[in-house]
């Protein structure tokens, strides 16, 4: 029998960091709506609690605590607030992004500025996303072009998570225009970088704490060894970081999912009609444990897919557990995000009238789970993806990843 209970270090963690969730996250959901981001105080005192670095290897200046603590640890901060995960200073998709392209070097030396003291005023991002589908050929308008100096990038990228916070970004570009999506390439650029342009930071649907913006890159250059290489297969690699970026993010879905629940049956408990609370009504006691086995199930599919990746990366990283990582991980998604969005949709139409007042916070965990169903990698790419793992399908990276022809997603 599998077993996924928690160790006893991973419960003290799990214990400090649901008491910074519900002490100082949970109160303040309307001051960061407003604020439009998480205070340098409450910056610090998750990175003094070592939240962003858990899922990465010590080799590269991680924690080394495996992707079942990371999940364990972001769902607990989701619940306080589902935006602060993404707003917190640190690597974010950054960190996983060099982990999986580039050399161990390079890891080590990206993620530095971040283990470093005052790490908590640093952010990474992922250049990824594109407003508009190129019209001529398959892949990327932005390009990125060999020279004597290295390689020079050209183009705009859109949907980036810290794009004007961000002080180092991955670049992802057209590197062989004939091969479509399968020719890309991925780039170590830094914000001072000439002809780098951070463009306005975009107004959104939800998660408020969190920047989206783009940048422009006019002649771009950078040096042979900023270029990101993903080991002996490169699509494999990029396939890999989308999957496992993924699965943090439904971690904080599920997050998300059980602060819904637990506000929403709240809310049943203590509203009277007829003479008894609306949760004894039997229409509004099935949907309230149907959305609890959404939650239940979500973590479930969650852990069992960090629990995969956890013995992919201690063992000899082979063709079978990464296929393994890639199936679970996939199911996770693609159900987390759904869930998520059902629990704040029921959480808002059992709260009647008051669901859309600002009085209460599920109609922002509501925007908050639109939105972060289309951070990463979507339930539609998960699905894809894990169709084509179980039927061991080639998987295409311009089916089973966000693209401007099928959807644009943030990273």
Known sequence: MISFAPTEDQKLMVESVAA?????????????????????AVRKTAHELGLGLVALPEAVGGAGLGMMTAALLEEEVSWGEPSAGFAFGGPGAFGFAVLELGTTEQAKAALEP?????????????????????KDRAGFTTTATKSEAGWTLDGAKAYVVNADRAEHFVVFAQVDAAAGWRGLGAFLVDRSANGLKVLARETTLGLDAVSFGGIEL??????????????????AAM????????????????????????????YVDGRKAFGKPIGHFQSVAFTIADRAM???????????????????????????????????????????????MRCGDDGVQLHGGAGFMRDFPVEKLMRDAKQIGLCGMTAEHADQLAGAVAIGAV???GLVLPTPETQNAFV
């Open 20 to 40: 910074f969730a519900k002490n100082t996250l949970r109160p303040k959901i309307r001051e960061f709506e407003k604020e439009r981001g998480i205070s340098e």
């Open 114 to 134: 971040f283990t470093a003291s005052g790490g908590h005023s640093c952010f990474g991002a992922v250049a990824w996303g594109e407003a508009k589908p190129n």
């Open 218 to 235: 006019a002649g771009v250059v950078v040096p042979d060894s900023a270029r990101l290489l993903g080991g002996p297969d490169f699509n």
């Open 239 to 266: 396939v890999r970081f989308f999957a496992r970026n993924a699965l943090v993010v439904a971690a904080r879905g599920v997050g998300l999912s059980r602060a819904a629940f637990d506000v929403t049956r709240e």
């Open 294 to 340: 959404d939650v239940d199930a979500g973590r479930g599919l969650v852990w069992r897919a960090a629990s995969a990746w956890d013995v992919y990366d201690a063992g000899d990283r082979n063709a079978k557990d990464e296929k393994e990582c890639l199936l679970r991980s996939a199911h996770a998604v693609a159900f987390v995000h759904e869930a998520a």
């Open 395 to 397: 998987i295409d990276p």
